[in-house]
Nanobody, 114 residues
């Protein structure tokens, strides 16, 4: 099974940008559908975006217009470009295979200060 590792999180001011990476241990093209998720302190994990191998991308309403997901099959990585960040975007961000179903990784912390 292809393993996914998230990176790129950090501390950023409100209005700033970050790019998260989801690197696969093998061919990212073997994952037909991949999701980005986040979990804020004291809240349930929620989905952020779903990226499929055909190029279709769906975003949660809370991030639509601010976040952009993309796949780079050449380097087996899926990215999440986050712009116009808000304090409510503070969370641990995860990527996980949907088809086939993958497992949760350690995630990467994103903290947005006001």
């Amino acid at each position: 099974q292809v393993q996914l590792v998230e990176s790129g999180g950090g501390l950023v001011q409100s209005g700033g940008s970050l790019r998260l990476s989801c690197a696969a241990s093998g061919s990212i093209s073997s994952i037909k559908s991949l999701g980005w998720y986040r979990q804020a302190p004291g809240k349930r994990r929620e989905w952020v975006a779903v990226v499929d191998s055909g190029g279709s991308i769906v975003y949660a309403d809370s991030v639509k217009g601010r976040f952009t997901a993309s796949r780079a099959n050449a380097n087996n990585t899926v990215y999440l470009q986050m712009s116009s960040l808000k304090p409510e975007d503070t969370a641990v961000y995860y990527c996980k295979g949907i088809i086939p179903l993958g497992s949760w990784g350690q995630g990467t912390q994103v903290t947005v200060s006001s």
